[in-house]
């Protein structure tokens, strides 16, 4: 068995973690869990951080769990909130749930012998569970001072926070429980913003069995210039192809900062310790980023799809027109099916009387809000059509790349595929 927390460690993947979790993890082969809420279909980068911790834990030597939140997703976790969720009704949860197990199985073996990963629901164990049998089994142990105490009831107290959100770390707490008693897990992890969740757990474990339970945090993830990592223009990056596609997941890897290069090779991938250091004095800083986007398209989607990003990505940013028409169409499709895709009509087209109406009315403002917003990036000299620079007094008559098509580009790195059906 390798060290797991000396794997974290120079990772810089360990934020805190209860004493005497080194000496459990190197004592014996150790479950370990790791909870992720139902509220969206698919999990984003910003989880995938946590669920490297699954693959390290499963890597040296170690049991890991992913525990899909149906119970508690109903409530919602008030960590790093600053407002009441929304609910979810009970079919969204359900196939969220379905999603979210689909994706975690891309990253755990879940069969390799005695350290096969296993996957739980706590709606599987809370929905045995009566209001008045859950105050007597949890609520009586931890007092309301203590649950004050917590980090993430303690920012929500001055904005509000309702009984429900405050109960959820007694749920989580539960959970924690009835896997220690249930399936012998010792160890919860999650980000830093869950140490106050988690250690309710350890606590609860604690009161109730006079037992010994461990917790482990890794840092939540940061760009260099202080913001939440995992977001792009766009919103959150998802690993689901459907929700972000592969040429765009492979694109916010080729853009991510210089300075930031250092913990994303440690943190999402598996290259060892030599490896990242040598690309650490990588003078290159682009290659080693299209080696980054490339180990991540394959691992969280496919080769294929790798291959898809990066045949749109080179025709993109070096094809010419020529090397547009002689593309055969089924594979310039193909090619740009990560691309956003607008379709409008031969009369619409014909309709244009210029180039900002094309741009912001014809195209549904899908790729400029508004005219005068179009008007402003084309006096910058920021659009182009098929590779050429165009302005406000731009004829309307391009040749259509086979015939039907206009590559619209926005700015240096947004493209739009317009069809003329």
Known sequence: MKNFVEELKWRGMLHDMTP???AQLNK????GYIGFD???SSLHIGNLATIMLLVHLQRTGHKPFALVGGATGMIGDPSGKSEERKFLDEEVLKHNQTCIKKQLEKFLDFDSGANSAEMVNNYDW???IGFLQFLREVGKHLTINYMISKDSVQKRLETGISFTEFSYQLLQGY???WLYKNKNIKLQMGGSDQWGNITTGTELIRRKESGEAFALTTPLLTRSDGQKFGKSEGGNVWLDANMTSPYKFYQFWLNVADDDLPKLLRVFTLWDRETIEAFDKEADKNKVKRELAKDLTTRIHSESDY?????????LF???LADFNATEERILNEIFEGVPQIEISQSEYKNTSSIVDFLSVVTQNQIFTSKGEARRMLKEGGVSINKEKVSEATSMQFEFLKGKYLLVQKGKKNYFWVKIG
């Open 20 to 22: 005497g979790t080194e």
């Open 28 to 31: 014996e082969m150790t479950a």
């Open 38 to 40: 139902p509220t969206a």
């Open 126 to 128: 809370f929905k045995e």
């Open 175 to 177: 959970d924690f429980y």
């Open 307 to 315: 291959q898809q990003a990066l045949k749109a990505s080179e025709l």
């Open 318 to 320: 070096k094809g010419t």
